[in-house]
């Protein structure tokens, strides 16, 4: 069966591709290459979406970052810059926590790279207690992070970035519980040499609050604000692929779901796959687990995401997309560009 991102290509359009002999596994992978050419629309987002403390989920959810481009002895450097630091979160009108972040901002920024970089990472450390920064993936034992770097001091992590997938970053200073609890994390993306097919692609990082020190989590939320995507669905539009960056970074309840209405997603486990390992609407992931999910929704209106234990979303783990209808959406074109 063709994936869900072909079925909407029938057997005319096959042929005046000359695709039509290649078998389903065969089209597929020559349909992943024709629809590189291909436009994403992506919606335009909303302009009465207030921010809290700065923050802004709707603008977390869309944006990557590439670091600084070098060429040194004929290889690419990505530099990142990177300081942990605190400040307050404001989590509804009444609830603030004082949270330690990277960049600030909970979660920290996305950062993506392409299997082979160089990947150079200076570290400052503004936090008021000592941090540090583990990367998940493949890197030489004195790039691990675990030795705190002390507060007012920095340091520099460099290794290749391998191997391609879905990983992620946080402080490994003991009590890491507490340390991650408070907001030092982020994802980091190593794409496949050659890429993936053209998505409208975002991230989500689920994250839980625990504000009176009782090794209980009171909040949950996506990208950082409890219900934020609850009263600003996320604009997608209808017929067309995303790609979802999904991370569990919930300290302190050992496992969560994520469920997806009225639809499928397709799961390429900690994204190490060019081709999908299932089918599924409703997925169970453990701390620090994450995978990249791709759906498309058939038909427009709201849908909602959300784990599957009530209590996680009732607590602010939950939110909307809304999707729009070709004919009358506004949306922003984006073509596939090499980074």
Not at 82 to 98: D, E, W
Not at 159 to 171: I, N, Q, R, S, T
Request: with cysteine; hydrophobic share 35%; glycine share 10%.
């Amino acid at each position: 069966m063709l994936p869900k991102a072909f079925q909407s290509i029938n057997r005319r359009t096959l042929l005046q591709l000359g695709l039509a002999g290649l078998g389903v596994s065969g089209a597929a992978l020559a349909l992943r290459q024709f629809n590189r050419q291909k436009a994403i629309q992506i919606p335009a987002l909303p302009v009465d979406a207030p921010t809290i403390t700065g923050l802004n989920p709707l603008k977390v959810l869309r944006e990557f970052d590439y670091g600084t481009l070098k060429q040194e002895d004929g290889k690419t450097v990505r530099e990142f810059q990177i300081t942990a630091g605190t400040s307050i979160i404001q989590l509804n009108s009444a609830v603030s926590f004082v949270s330690w972040n990277f960049n600030g901002r909970v979660p920290g920024p996305t950062l993506r790279a392409t299997e082979g970089d160089r990947i150079r990472v200076v570290f400052f450390n503004k936090g008021g207690h000592a941090h540090s920064m583990h990367f998940h993936g493949m890197h030489p034992a004195g790039m691990d992070g675990l030795r705190p770097v002390r507060n007012s001091t920095a340091t520099v992590y460099e290794f290749d970035a391998e191997p391609f997938g879905v990983h992620l970053y946080h402080c490994h200073v003991a009590p890491v519980t507490r340390h991650v609890g408070k907001g030092l994390y982020g994802m980091f993306i190593i794409d496949p040499p050659g890429g993936r097919p053209p998505a409208d692609e975002m991230v989500m990082v689920m994250g839980g609050y625990d504000i009176n020190e009782d090794l209980k989590n009171e909040f949950y939320a996506f990208n950082g604000l409890p219900n934020y995507y609850m009263r600003h669905p996320i604009p997608i539009q209808q017929d067309q692929l995303i790609r979802l960056y999904l991370l569990n970074m919930i300290e302190l309840d050992p496992v969560v779901t994520f469920h997806l209405h009225a639809n499928m997603f397709q799961v390429y486990r900690t994204g190490r796959t060019l081709t999908p390992s299932e089918e599924t609407d409703v997925i169970t992931m453990g701390t620090t687990e994450r995978h990249i999910l791709e759906f498309a929704y058939r038909y427009s209106g709201m849908y909602m995401f959300h784990p599957h234990q009530d209590y996680i979303a009732e607590r602010g783990c939950m939110g909307s997309f809304e999707v729009l209808s070709k004919e009358g959406s506004q949306s922003t074109d984006h073509r596939m560009r090499d980074m």
